[in-house]
């Protein structure tokens, strides 16, 4: 079973997610956001070894706690990024347009590609690509636990901002109706900001993208 340790991190209010096999004691951070060394403190006090960092997109608020992650005495986890989204993380993903300072921490070493599997001990997750927020958006589907680690794709009440440079609205729509609208209902969404929403309740409350 897998578990999944939420805080909010940064300046933006980012959400990241620690997950683990908690058999296995083997960890993965879905957007480090910032502040590393409390998402080390979460996995240290339970066991868990952090292996591989895995990131929605390159905005710099979804990765600015991963050069602290990986200076800790861990193997140095493997970083997972869709090729896409590269340039953007090369240029800090966009830290100095808002007048931030951010070490980019390790290069990316596992280019994402649409339908990838992903394993944290006997847990799969699936790599969907999911353009529209940025030209290389991913979102990761664990069909075992249902739930789908949304990055800034969808929120709830709410979807991604296109007007940053390689935003696209109507990528973004053909994302969510058919990556996202077409999941079980009862699929849980845990997203980049905001609060927990399921499938179901977005595809009758989004206003938005409608189903
Ligand atoms: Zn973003
Ligand atoms: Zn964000």
Not at 19 to 31: K, L, N, R, T, W
Not at 136 to 162: A, M, N, W
Request: proline share 8%; net charge negative.
């Amino acid at each position: 079973m897998l578990e999944i340790i939420s805080r909010v991190l940064g300046p933006v209010s980012t959400n990241c997610y620690l997950i683990a096999d908690p058999d296995s004691g083997e960890a993965a951070v879905i957007d480090p956001a910032w502040d590393g060394q409390i998402i080390l403190a979460e996995a240290q006090k339970r066991g868990w070894k952090i292996g591989q960092l895995w990131y929605t997109h390159a905005h710099f608020d979804h990765f600015g706690g991963a050069a602290e992650i990986a200076k800790a005495p861990n193997p140095l986890p493997m970083v997972a990024l869709h090729p896409l989204d590269h340039d953007l993380w090369q240029l800090k993903g966009g830290a100095p347009l808002f007048g931030m300072h951010i070490d980019p921490g390790p290069e990316p070493t596992v280019e994402l590609a649409h339908g990838q599997i992903l394993r944290l001990g006997n847990i799969e997750f699936e790599v969907l690509h999911t353009p529209g927020h940025t030209p290389g958006h991913v979102v990761y589907y664990c069909p075992k636990e249902t739930v789908l680690f949304s990055g800034d794709l969808i929120f709830q009440g709410g979807v991604g901002r296109t007007d940053l440079p390689g935003g696209d609205w109507e990528a973004l729509v053909e994302s969510i109706r058919k990556l996202v609208y077409t999941l079980p209902e009862d699929t849980r969404i845990l997203s980049g900001h905001g609060e927990e929403t399921t499938v179901g309740e977005e595809k009758c409350n989004n206003p938005f993208v409608r189903a």
